[in-house]
C-alpha cells in the first residue's frame, strides 16, 4: 500500500517497516551500551509510543524494567499547547535512570513537561529516546538522547502514531499528502 486514507486525508508511504526495524535496533544497541550494569525503568508515554516501546524492549539485553504514563497535547494535526496528564506514575522513580519512550517530539512541550515533571520526583537522570524528531517544530529546547528518525516538518501516522485516532495500527509510517 504506498497510499492510504484516513478521515478523507490522504497519506504516502515514507518509510518501510523494515527501515524502522533497523533504526530501532540501533537505538537499542546505543541504551545497551550506555545503560550497561544500570537498571533502568523505561517510561512510556502512551498512546504513541506502544510499538516503539514494545519493539525497543525486545532488543534490549540489560537489566531493565518498563512503566507507562499518559499524556495528550494533540488535535487533528496541530498542537493545542495545553497538556493534560491522564495517567500518573504510580512508583516512585527517586534515584533511578530514567529513559523516557517517546512516539515523536514535534513543539516539544509534552517532552518538556515530562522532564520537568519528572525532576520534582529526584530520578538519578533523565533521558529522552523518541521514534522521531521535528527539528523544525522544535519551539522549547529539549534535549533527545537517543532518536532513530529526524524528519522534515509533515505530519505522519503509523507504528503507533495516528491521525484523529486512526492509523496506529499501519507497520510501516506514511506522511500527510497536502
Ligand atoms: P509536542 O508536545 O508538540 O512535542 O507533541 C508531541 C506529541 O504530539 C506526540 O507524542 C504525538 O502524540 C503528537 N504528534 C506530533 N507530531 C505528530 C505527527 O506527525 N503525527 C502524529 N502525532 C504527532
New binding site residues.
Given amino acids: 500500500m504506498s497510499t492510504i486514507q484516513i478521515h478523507g486525508k490522504k497519506f504516502k508511504l515514507s518509510i518501510t517497516r523494515e527501515q524502522i526495524d533497523e533504526a530501532v535496533k540501533n537505538v537499542a544497541r546505543e541504551i545497551n551500551r550506555d545503560y550497561k550494569g544500570k537498571r533502568p525503568l523505561l517510561l512510556g508515554?502512551l498512546n504513541?509510543c506502544f510499538m516503539f516501546a514494545t519493539d525497543l524492549m525486545k532488543h534490549l539485553d540489560i537489566e531493565c524494567e518498563v512503566s507507562f504514563v499518559k499524556l495528550s497535547?494533540?488535535q487533528g494535526t496541530t498542537?493545542t499547547g495545553t497538556i493534560r496528564e491522564v495517567i500518573g506514575l504510580a512508583e516512585s522513580i527517586a534515584g533511578r535512570d530514567i529513559i523516557i519512550i517517546?512516539?515523536?517530539?514535534?513543539?516539544?512541550?509534552?517532552?518538556q513537561r515530562m522532564v520537568e515533571t519528572l525532576g520534582t520526583r529526584e530520578p538519578a537522570s533523565v533521558a529522552i529516546a523518541s521514534l522521531f524528531v521535528k527539528p523544525a517544530r522544535l519551539m522549547v529546547p529539549v534535549e533527545v538522547k537517543y532518536s532513530a528518525f529526524t524528519i522534515p516538518d509533515r505530519?505522519?501516522?503509523g507504528y503507533g502514531?495516528?491521525y484523529n485516532g486512526l492509523g496506529r495500527n499501519f507497520p510501516d509510517i506514511y506522511d500527510a499528502i497536502e
Fill in positions: 508515554v504513541g497535547s494533540y498542537t517517546e512516539d515523536i517530539v514535534d513543539t516539544g512541550l509534552t517532552m505530519f505522519i501516522v502514531l495516528d
